[in-house]
């Protein structure tokens, strides 16, 4: 179906070439992919990586693959030296030719280097943990002598979810060689 020219979609890749294996970022393409796409709200630094990604792929997808045989009506005015100009790899013409500084390629963004502070994080999940269990004591209508024990047993856990929870996002960032702080 490569002659079916309504199916495009860009999608966020730091490949260079089709055999790269992109090591520096363990295989994975956005900073903000970690923790479900949650990442973004861990560091600035990972939504701008991804942000500049995005620019760079939309330049790369515009200049290199939104393209039409120049036989398509669509070039009809076009001479033959700006035909020359603007072709593309495979021969074709951009449907949304780049013009000026917009042809200059945009550079691949550097992997994010700054460690994230997790220590704010753990607060946050913390005072989440017991804002969900007070909730749900709530919405069960427990009685005081319940109350407290649930409380108690909440007490004891806690520790143990935001372990297992930091645990969670220290792997994840891990597995994206993305930096992070105890």
Request: with cysteine; hydrophobic share 40%.
């Amino acid at each position: 179906m490569d002659d079916v020219y309504r199916r495009y979609l860009i999608a966020p890749s730091r490949r260079t070439s089709p055999t790269d294996p992109r090591t520096e970022t363990n295989g994975f393409d956005l900073a903000s992919g970690c923790l479900g796409g949650f990442g973004g709200f861990l560091s600035e630094e990972f939504r701008r990586h991804d942000y500049l990604l995005g620019r760079r792929n939309c330049q790369q997808f515009l200049s290199q693959h939104f393209s039409m045989p120049k036989a398509n009506p669509l070039y009809g005015n076009w001479t033959d030296a700006v035909s020359t100009e603007w072709h593309t790899s495979s021969n074709e013409l951009p449907i949304i030719p780049l013009v000026g500084k917009l042809r200059e390629e945009i550079a691949l963004p550097k992997w994010p280097t700054r460690p994230v502070e997790l220590p704010p994080l753990r607060e946050l999940l913390e005072a989440r943990v017991m804002a969900v269990a007070g909730s749900a004591l709530d919405m069960f209508k427990v009685s005081w002598i319940e109350r407290k024990a649930a409380s108690f047993g909440i007490a004891l856990l806690r520790k143990k979810l935001l372990g297992y929870a930091m645990d969670k996002v220290l792997s994840d960032l891990g597995k994206r060689n993305l930096p992070q702080v105890r």
